[in-house]
T-cell receptor, first 110, second 113 residues
């Protein structure tokens, strides 16, 4: 079983602050994907990282894939209330199957 | 990004009845779709891989006779929860992939009374 550990599980910050959440595993993945999920909705894809050491930016969100392709981080700059949500990381293995972490619940207080 | 739809968005049924959930890829073809379930405040758990034109592949612990999957076309997979019981109440989500990334449907909330 490929386990992904996400930390912290819950994070509450004030609007305008920066935050970083982490996704760690002992397994190597062919790619890793980050999603944001709102209550009662399906996850929405934010980014896919494939190459070890890769950094991708999506507006105020910065995603990094570890050199060994086992871990990843998501950094949000100047967080806004619209960033509130459950951030899920998922590692892809054979047959395109995804293994999900439990998520980072982020709450941005106005 | 690619669009995946699910129907219905929510369903309430009596114990013992069967419920069918549809998953469609709207702007791409998908030979493979995935079915997940998610309990409150928990992550997504993969139930099965739906393969177009062949049998689904079920994850360990998932009863194939309980959760029937049919992938009859390149844009449609269905999940039927047979003889549903209250413990089957959950949020069911499908996904499909046009390439590397997976795109998820909006989910179906099932409540079995």
């Amino acid at each position: 079983t490929q386990l992904l550990e996400q930390s912290p599980q819950f994070l509450s910050i004030q609007e305008g602050e920066n935050l970083t959440v982490y996704c760690n595993s002992s397994s190597v993945f062919s790619s890793l994907q980050w999603y944001r999920q709102e209550p009662g909705e399906g996850p929405v894809l934010l980014v896919t990282v494939v190459t070890g050491g890769e950094v991708k930016k999506l507006k105020r969100l910065t995603f990094q894939f570890g050199d060994a392709r086992k871990d990843s981080s998501l950094h949000i700059t100047a967080a806004q209330p619209g960033d509130t949500g459950l951030y899920l990381c998922a590692g892809a293995s054979g047959n395109n199957r995804l293994a999900f972490g439990k998520g980072n619940q982020v709450v941005v207080i106005p | 990004g690619a669009v995946v739809s699910q129907h219905p968005s929510r369903v309430i049924c009596k114990s013992g009845t069967s419920v069918k959930i549809e998953c469609r890829s709207l702007d791409f073809q998908a030979t493979t779709m995935f079915w997940y379930r998610q309990f409150p405040k928990q992550s997504l758990m993969l139930m099965a891989t739906s393969n177009e034109g062949s049998k689904a592949t079920y994850e360990q612990g998932v009863e194939k006779d309980k959760f029937l999957i049919n992938h009859a076309s390149l844009t449609l997979s269905t999940l039927t929860v047979t003889s549903a019981h209250p413990e089957d109440s959950s949020f069911y989500i499908c996904s499909a992939s046009p390439g590397e990334a997976q795109y998820f449907g909006p989910g179906t909330r099932l409540l079995v009374l």
